[in-house]
């Protein structure tokens, strides 16, 4: 009973409070209205991204096609758009599955210790030897073409960063006082995960994966790039710049559009893991004090 209602609980919950602040809403609105304009773009785009037109293969940019059309006369700037929502969805579907499995494993193997905590760590240290790319490639490449492929791929990676972060974040807030208070008091370990130490490496957690987000969607259209990714035609930003790049010489804005909107994407989302990691550390600051 007693360890139900302790201080940790208040203290954890307070010092959540402070690493959100009064900008935590305002991050949110950011993130909602990115994921909801991305989600809505395509409905906006002027052709059929599937269509192909042989009669207007390679036209200029124009009122009817904005960037133009590619080499089988479907509209640039419609792939795009449809290219955005699946790059972006399936980029979610990755980094929250490694960061749900990651973390728990991560969890249980610093609540536990032992043998269990050492096997993970060794294992986790094993995959990070080899570039994480190559690895994907061939889990990739074993499970064939398509979306499936390689969202698996991708998570059968990237779980292990959030694996180890939350180990170490654990085991550094199980040392602090009020966690210790709260195992003496007879807490159970979950328990204590949930309700104390969880909230605390909240931070942590949500700056990683905005980094993430950028290395899962630069590795997915790599993928695609090299063949290993979405099936020949779907509208995805890798499999549109190696559909273009016999074409670079003549037509270099068939590839400068795609590669354009990633190198875009992926500094807007480093510059919003900058925020979040600089709001972290201020917030520590703000809560040492």
């Given at each position: ?5 302790f201080?940790?609980?208040s ?17 949110a ?8 304009a991305i989600?809505?773009?395509p409905?906006?785009?002027?052709h ?17 096609y904005?960037?133009g059309t ?5 509209c ?12 972006t ?35 986790c240290?094993g ?8 690895i994907?490639?061939i ?63 909240v931070?942590?957690?949500?700056t ?9 969607i630069?590795?997915f ?12 035609g779907?509208p ?8 273009s ?8 804005r ?29 917030s520590?600051?703000?809560y040492?004090?």
């Amino acid at each position: 009973m007693l360890a139900r209602s302790f201080v940790p609980k208040s203290v954890a919950h307070e010092k959540l409070a402070i690493l959100l602040g009064r900008n935590g809403n305002m991050y949110a609105a950011i993130v909602v209205s990115v994921m909801v304009a991305i989600l809505i773009l395509p409905f906006f785009a002027p052709h059929d991204p599937y269509q192909t037109q042989f009669l207007f293969r390679l036209q200029p940019p124009s009122l009817d096609y904005p960037l133009g059309t590619d080499a089988m006369g479907r509209c640039v700037f419609s792939r795009l758009l449809y290219g955005a929502r699946l790059t972006t969805a399936s980029a979610i579907v990755v980094v929250i599955a490694s960061s749900l499995f990651g973390s728990l494993l991560g969890t249980v193997a610093a609540m536990i210790g032992g043998t269990p905590d050492r096997i993970l760590m060794r294992f986790c240290e094993g995959i990070s030897v080899f570039p994480a790319l190559a690895i994907s490639m061939i889990i990739a490449g074993v499970l064939g073409l398509g979306l499936n492929a390689v969202i698996i791929a991708l998570i059968a990676i990237h779980w292990t960063d959030y694996a180890r972060i939350v180990r170490n974040a654990v085991i550094v807030e199980r040392a602090k006082p009020y966690v210790m208070a709260a195992e003496a008091l007879g807490a159970p370990h979950h328990r204590i995960a949930r309700r104390h130490i969880l909230p605390n490496i909240v931070g942590p957690l949500l700056t990683l994966g905005a980094y993430s987000m950028s290395w899962v969607i630069l590795s997915f259209a790599g993928l695609s790039f090299l063949g290993l990714g979405v099936e020949p035609g779907t509208p995805e930003w890798g499999l549109m710049i190696a559909e273009s790049r016999n074409y670079l010489r003549d037509y270099p804005r068939l590839v400068l559009a795609p590669g354009l909107t990633i190198a875009g994407f992926v500094i807007a989302v480093n510059l919003l893991g900058d925020a979040l990691g600089d709001r972290f550390r201020l917030s520590q600051i703000n809560y040492l004090h």
